[in-house]
């Protein structure tokens, strides 16, 4: 009696880059085939070659429509940050496999294809002992001969000639380039405190942004956040900040204490919340709101580049604000002061080295201060365009939450230094999770259910 007899398997590519052989990897070992970074994954990807790559990027599931039909595959995206491409197109949830489907992790990431072999087996002809015995798995890696392991290629002697496009996407050459033209641009301003620290600022600022930006997963036009962090120094410079402090410091109980008060923590904290809290988030969220507005009002396409569909775009636009608003604060107001205050007490030279050591931390810690309040409060302003029914709810929780961390930033420091570093750990732990949240409840990363397997 004769049967056939399918074997599934995922064949993955060879990347001459990473100096990898081509794998095979057998789809019958399991119902369900996880391919990650994550190590309980069944299919398990470097990290290091592939950084585009989710912890748990993608399934193949095994499912069978009726009893006695042959077995189909099911890929499904696991709501992964850089997506999941089959035969080119981005897959969105889950689709059935066909022979010779090409799956790829990311763009530019690591390639599968989906492969079926086909063999006939006569049951009659098949010793006992073998008929029941498991089918033999694939190994995960093929075996290396000899000469494999003698012979060099060109490649692997000059790696730089096979790498093209992975350079800019894999290796992070991009930011690279960058903090050479920004060494180059220090090295020039040497003897000219204002330059020079403008140029560190910058690319501190930048660096901490880009940190935040990797950690959302989600483009956004570079010019776009450029803008949100100028339209921000520009307030800062126009007559609204004049404004703002009348309403928040005057008006409202929001004084900024002076060197001569003695307060107590309980009314320095109500100060600082509305004086620092309320005042400089809304100041940092117009660009925000003004970006959500325009958005509105342009083409879906365009919308999706410039305003807020989601909270991922707040925080990205939040997080910029907080950039211009950390650079204008920092090289404006507080490094001038102390050099000024310092050169007139121990001369021009210490001056300037204090206000360099005072400027590294202010930009460095703005990632668990500026722009974890204003990532944090984006966050909102972007789930209320996902909820526009439940908007000024939302906004008004995001708006108070982001001024009250603010605001026990501003006043722990009279309690102790430690009491200091928890409340930074505690904006840096709300806005990672915000980002967290976000990006499960990106549209774009919503998977379909994935159908019901049954058993036969």
């Known amino acids: 009696m004769k049967s056939d007899i399918s074997e599934a398997f995922l064949r993955q590519l060879p990347t001459e ?58 890929v499904c995206d696991l709501k992964s940050a850089n997506g999941t491409y089959v035969n080119g197109q981005r897959l969105e949830g889950c689709r059935i496999c066909r022979e010779g489907d090409r799956i790829v992790l990311g763009q530019n990431g690591p390639e599968f294809i989906f492969e079926v072999i086909k063999t006939t087996q006569t049951a009659a002809s098949t010793p006992s002992s073998l008929r029941n015995a498991p089918s033999p798995q694939v190994e995960s890696s093929p075996t290396i001969r000899p000469s494999q392991t003698e012979s060099v290629s ?78 921000t120094v520009l307030i800062l410079l126009s007559p609204l900040l004049p404004l703002f402090i009348v309403i928040f410091r005057q008006i409202l109980p929001g004084s900024l204490p002076t060197n001569f008060e003695n307060l107590t923590f309980p009314i320095l904290l109500i100060r600082m919340f509305f004086g620092a809290g309320l005042m400089e988030e809304l100041l940092k969220a117009l660009p925000v709101l003004g970006a959500d507005l325009l958005g509105r009002r342009l083409p879906p396409a365009w919308r999706e580049r410039i305003g807020v569909v989601e ?6 636009l939040g997080t910029s604000s907080a950039v211009g608003f950390t650079l204008m604060e920092t090289l404006g107001q507080y490094v001038p002061q102390i050099i000024r205050d310092a050169t007139f007490q121990v001369g021009e030279g210490v001056g300037e ?51 009250v961390l603010h605001a026990l930033w501003n006043a722990t ?21 915000a980002i967290l949240k976000a990006r499960a409840l990106s549209p774009r ?3 379909v259910l994935t159908p019901r397997r049954s058993k036969t």
């Open 154 to 231: 060109f490649t692997q002697l000059f790696p730089i000639f096979s790498t093209g496009r992975e350079l800019t996407q894999k290796a992070y050459l991009l930011p690279g380039i960058i903090t050479v033209g920004f060494v180059v641009l220090m090295f020039a301003a040497v003897g000219n405190p204002m330059v020079f620290n403008l140029v560190l600022a910058s690319y501190l600022a930048g660096a901490a942004y880009y940190f935040v930006y990797q950690l959302c997963g989600k483009h956004k036009p570079w010019w776009m956040l450029l803008a949100c962090a100028l339209v």
């Open 413 to 433: 420091g009279i309690i102790s230094p430690f009491v200091l570093a928890l409340v930074g750990v505690l904006s840096y732990a709300f806005l990672t999770a």
């Open 445 to 447: 990363r919503n998977a």
């Open 353 to 403: 080295l204090v206000g360099l050591q005072l400027l590294i931390p202010r930009i460095l810690g703005s990632v668990a201060g500026h722009m974890a309040y204003s990532g944090y409060l984006g966050y909102f302003i972007g789930l209320s365009s996902l909820k526009p029914r439940r908007r000024w709810q939302i906004l008004s929780i995001g708006y108070l939450s982001a001024a």
């Open 311 to 316: 909270p991922l775009d707040g925080i990205l």
């Open 17 to 74: 880059s990473a100096d990898e052989a081509e794998r095979r990897y057998s789809l019958e070992t399991a119902d369900e085939i996880v391919l990650g970074r994550d190590l309980n994954c069944q299919i398990v990807l470097d990290s290091n070659i592939y950084g585009m790559v989710s912890r748990r990027h993608a399934s193949v599931s095994h499912i069978t429509k009726f009893a006695g039909a042959p077995p189909n595959w099911l």
